[in-house]
């Protein structure tokens, strides 16, 4: 099965700065992979997606992601934080073939005013 | 367009009882699936369907049966509610191809087993 590791449950950073968060994932076939945000008490939303083109991935409100295959990573980025990136942030993996996804544990940002 | 729909918000059980979450979706999403949210855990599969009487076994299927009649509604059920089951509940569907579409979600179910 696949897992995805996301490095730091919490991050704090001051509002204007960069934004990193990171995730890695298991696995010795490039899987497709996933950001979602999720803001208090509302379900989950797509952020961005990598599926084997381009290996940087713009996604919403500014955000984007990395694919290193040579250090199995899947970082997002955001170059100056605003307060409303406060939410928990969710790295997430499925297989080429077959229907499972799996989730990370999750990064809550705090955005520091 | 409602997108995905979950009922109820809010749920308080006893150990034992049994009830049933409610999913319905009206974007004619093939694949639908059930997710549970839990500190510290992110969120974990429990079932999944790729379209009407075909379901299968996510990465934690035990307590939980489904069912799909219909394209629209994948309902989840608790048969005997225990207090490990107390978690927030998510329902969300895709197209069914290919399998990196977006996954639209549901408000979920906080669900209370006492």
């Known amino acids: 099965a696949q897992s995805v590791t996301q490095l730091g449950s919490h991050v704090s950073v001051s509002e204007g700065a960069l934004v990193l968060l990171r995730c890695n994932y298991s696995?010795?076939?490039?899987?497709?992979l996933f950001w979602y945000v999720q803001y208090p008490n509302q379900g989950l939303q797509l952020l961005l997606k990598?599926?084997?083109?381009?290996?940087l991935v713009k996604g919403i409100n500014g955000f984007e992601a990395e694919f290193k295959k040579s250090e199995t990573s899947f970082h997002l980025t955001k170059p100056s934080a605003h307060m409303s990136d406060a939410a928990e942030y969710f790295c997430?993996?499925?297989?080429?073939?077959?229907?499972?996804?799996?989730f990370g544990t999750g990064t809550s940002l705090t955005v520091i005013p | 367009n409602a997108g995905v729909t979950q009922t109820p918000k809010f749920q308080v059980l006893k150990t034992g009882q049994s009830m049933t979450l409610q999913c319905a979706q009206d974007m004619n999403h093939e694949y639908m699936s059930w997710y549970r949210q839990d500190p510290g855990m992110g969120l974990r599969l429990i079932h999944y369907s790729v379209g009407a009487g075909i379901t299968d076994q996510g990465e934690v299927p035990n307590g939980y049966n489904v069912s799909r009649s219909t394209t629209e509604d994948f309902p989840l059920r608790l048969l005997s509610a225990a207090p490990s089951q107390t978690s927030v509940y998510f329902c969300?569907?895709?197209?069914?191809?290919?399998?990196?579409?977006?996954?639209?979600f549901g408000p979920g179910t906080r669900l209370t087993v006492l």
């Open positions: 997430a993996v499925s297989e080429v073939t077959g229907n499972q996804f799996y």
């Open positions: 969300a569907s895709r197209e069914g191809q290919p399998i990196y579409n977006e996954q639209f």
């Open positions: 990598y599926t084997s083109a381009a290996t």
């Open positions: 696995s010795s076939v490039p899987p497709y």
